[in-house]
């Protein structure tokens, strides 16, 4: 009797010799200041790979024989150089989808992206409608990336992405997005909102609720076959049946993260300093970093399921993500915080201390994460709802007054002064994009 082949996850768990696809933040530069953004992004690091650097990297991964990679950041497309950029990826063989807000895909542009065979475009929407998605993104996003999303289709680009992150204010609009991708001829892509960057801040004010998580589960299972989900709802996975795509925490295994400047991160949602690898810029570049970093071989070997192994959907959810564990200050073997079988919430309730911070702050100055309502404000006075928790990471220390545990924070929010460079208050200074009305 021959002994049965392992699963694909079982295989993966060890890792590849090249990531699968990896994420690649060109830049920390932004037009926008989405309060749940991945890597706090605003402001331009002047450390930034230059493209000679970029390009070094891309062939790296030729040789490594890495199939696509997914370029975000920040906007990537207001680098100077991002189309030389993507055409050089290109030319050497790795395939290039890209997140963008929209405010750079013009009639010409789009018609330009339509007709390359190795390059998916994904435009960020997380409303289905203008008050949803603008209280997240910012004001104008929405038309925005409506008006990207209509040249796209004008120019015949079938097939591009609409990228969705699941917020308690959008799990209703689920429909709604479908619709919205239906009539671009567009493909629906919902990712989960994690509290990683300025995610940390707002989490607990956006992360679904539990009966919300259940609404999403028995959505995709019912009417999810052709939306991507990718990896990031295998903790859904202890409802019972597994759904499609990775049912494991990739981290280091087969994805991780190349920052603006060369440094490499065990996962897009873990950019700390616990989960740094090595940096591009370092001997021996990207492959040592994926190969022999003690990082990533620590993260290769047999992972013990701590509290969660005894659990019955252990099997099914893995345990569930590793930065939403590391940011919402839980053990990385214990529960998920979103956990659907109650254990999350309970480990929250009982943790203590500090929240681990995201590492780095690119905000634009002066910004403060702000809270975020949709509908009519709370009458003056109001307070939260009974157990409520503080936004992460603003627990005080130990004995100090109330507030002092927002003090002292990496990065310059709050900060006076008058930025020495135009693009560091705001990278698209000058830029004026053709803005006619939205089509309907």
């Not at 930034?48 to 790296?60: A, N």
């Not at 028995?218 to 049946?241: C, I, K, P, Q, Y």
């Not at 810029?281 to 022999?292: C, E, I, K, N, Q």
Request: proline content about 7%.
């Amino acid at each position: 009797m021959t002994a049965a082949a392992p699963s694909l996850v079982q295989e993966f768990r060890h890792g590849l010799a090249a990531p699968i696809c990896l994420t690649w933040e060109l830049t920390y530069a932004c037009n926008l200041s989405c309060v749940h953004c991945l890597s706090s992004s605003g402001r331009r690091d002047p450390r930034e790979l230059s493209t000679q650097e970029c390009k070094r990297v891309i062939d790296e991964l030729e040789r490594m024989q890495v199939f696509y990679v997914n370029i975000g950041g920040g906007e990537p497309t207001v680098r100077a150089d991002f189309w030389e950029l993507l055409d050089y990826a290109t030319a050497h063989h790795v395939g290039v989808k890209f997140s963008t807000n929209g405010v750079k895909i013009t009639p010409e542009i789009a018609a330009r992206l339509a007709a390359s065979d190795y390059v998916d475009v994904q435009i960020s929407l997380d409303g289905a409608t203008a008050e949803v998605n603008d209280a997240v993104r910012g004001p104008g996003s929405y038309a925005t990336a409506l008006r990207a999303m209509q040249h796209l289709a004008d120019a015949g680009f079938a097939g591009f992405k609409i990228s969705v992150v699941m917020t308690r204010h959008n799990v209703d609009q689920l429909d709604a997005f479908r619709a919205i991708a239906d009539r671009f001829g567009a493909q629906l892509r919902i990712t989960r909102l994690r509290p990683s960057g300025r995610g940390a801040d707002v989490w607990d004010e956006l992360h679904p609720t539990a009966a919300q998580q259940r609404q999403l589960y028995d959505w995709l299972v019912a009417r999810g076959e052709s939306v991507l989900t990718g990896d990031s709802f295998f903790h859904l996975a202890g409802f019972g049946e597994g759904l499609p795509g990775l049912n494991m925490c990739g981290a280091g295994r087969v994805v991780c993260l190349i920052d603006p400047v060369g440094d490499v991160y065990a996962c897009p949602f873990a950019i700390h300093d616990a989960f740094l690898a090595g940096n591009v810029r370092a001997p021996g570049g990207f492959a040592r970093v994926w190969r022999s970093s003690e990082l990533f071989t620590s993260l290769r070997t047999e992972q013990s399921g701590g509290a969660c192994a005894s659990c019955s959907a252990y099997d099914a959810c893995q345990g569930g993500c590793m930065a939403a564990k590391f940011f919402t200050g839980l053990p990385l073997d214990g529960p998920d915080p979103e956990c659907v079988r109650g254990f999350g919430e309970q480990a929250l309730a009982a943790s203590a201390g500090e929240v681990p911070r995201p590492s780095g702050d690119h905000s634009h100055r002066g910004r403060r994460p702000v809270p975020v309502r949709i509908g009519p404000r709370p009458a003056a006075g109001a307070r939260p709802a009974a157990g409520a928790r503080p936004a992460a990471g603003a627990r005080p220390a130990a004995g100090a007054p109330d507030g002092a545990g927002t003090a002292g924070r990496a990065g310059t929010a709050g900060r006076a002064g008058v930025p020495d460079r135009a693009c560091y208050q705001s990278p698209l200074a000058g830029f004026r994009p053709d803005l006619p009305p939205v089509p309907r």
